[in-house]
């Protein structure tokens, strides 16, 4: 399946590897978006009171996240600024947002840009820890 080319929205890019292809086609369903009122950035969002992310980098041209989920964690609804992922660690993940609620496998090494996302939730279904990166120019 790695020579297929889902169907994408015009703001997300092709995963370099397939393991990401039903999660980007989720955010391309989103489209470009705005900050939303009242939802945290990934940053802020945690899982029940304990963050999920840690701050790598930050400087004039862009922010870095590592975020991590061991079996049974999430990352409360927030929202995506402009952003590119890379899988540290894979796994499986039960994504809810505006197009519903689907589960899908997150290839170690996999990677995917989008224009942001107006709002998402996930939670490690798995039995891995899954870790990736997010990095977001400014």
């Given amino acids: ?27 391309a369903a989103l489209g470009a978006c ?5 939802l945290p950035d990934p940053l802020a969002a945690g899982w029940k009171g304990v963050p999920v992310c840690e701050k790598l980098h930050e400087d004039s041209d862009h922010r870095i996240l590592r975020c991590a989920f061991p079996p049974g964690i999430g990352h409360e609804r927030h929202f995506h600024d402009r952003h590119f ?11 809810n947002d505006a197009s519903g609620m689907r589960e899908v496998d997150l290839a170690t090494g996999s990677s995917f840009s989008s224009a942001g996302v107006a709002w998402h939730e996930v939670l490690n279904v798995g039995d891995t820890t899954v870790v990736y990166l997010i990095v977001e120019p400014k």
């Fill in 85 to 95: 992922g890379y899988a540290l660690a894979g796994g499986r993940m039960r994504i």
């Fill in 34 to 38: 705005a900050t939303q009122a009242g």
């Fill in 1 to 27: 399946m790695s020579g297929s080319r889902p169907a994408q929205g015009p703001d997300v890019t092709l995963p370099r590897r397939t393991g990401l292809v039903p999660l980007v086609a989720s955010l």
